[in-house]
């Protein structure tokens, strides 16, 4: 989305409109996710946090300073109710079995290992990784949301992609 677009978009909200709010999150909607779903390696526990991200990015949204960064401002919010939520578990995330599909359909099976491969990455590799694979999101879009350099991003998704695929190595699945 264009910036000046995004500005107008957010003048409009602080003025109450509901419908461009509406605009906002299907623009920012599956970057919130990936962010929760990444740090928290559960589905569920994603949708949850997404919501009460987006939630939150509208009762908030007269606090914003720049209007032409909400995308980086609403997933600096997500990033900071993972992080509640990680601290209340007072455990790392679980690997996400629960998402393993049965293992009479190879793809669902396949697809379930992946996710639990990818949930027992560390954030820091596991975010980029879906940020940029599933969600389609530059480095450089990566890097703005979460606060980093570009370059330290491609080192993540690099190194994250090596351990994913030892990962899926020990368990036969590549």
């Known amino acids: 989305m264009e910036v000046e677009v995004e500005k107008a978009l957010v003048a409009s909200c602080r003025n109450g409109d509901r419908g461009a709010y509406a605009e906002l999150v299907k623009v920012h909607a ?93 954030s820091d590799y596991r975010v980029p990784l879906l940020l940029f694979y599933f969600d389609g999101h530059s480095t450089k879009s990566i890097a703005a949301t979460l606060g980093t350099t570009q370059a330290a991003i491609q080192a993540r998704l690099s190194r994250g992609r090596k351990q994913l695929r030892k990962l899926l190595q020990a368990e036969g699945a590549e």
């Open 30 to 122: 599956g970057r919130v996710f990936a962010i929760c779903y990444g740090m928290l390696g559960n589905r569920h526990d994603a949708e949850d946090m997404a919501q009460q991200t987006l939630l939150k990015g509208f009762m908030q949204i007269q606090g914003i300073r720049d209007a032409g960064h909400f995308g980086p401002w609403l997933a600096r919010i997500a990033r900071n109710l993972c992080i509640d939520v990680i601290r209340q578990r007072k455990r790392p995330a679980a690997p996400a079995a629960d998402l393993a599909g049965p293992h009479d359909q190879t793809d669902e099976w396949e697809y379930g290992r992946l996710e639990g491969a990818l949930a027992q990455l560390s």
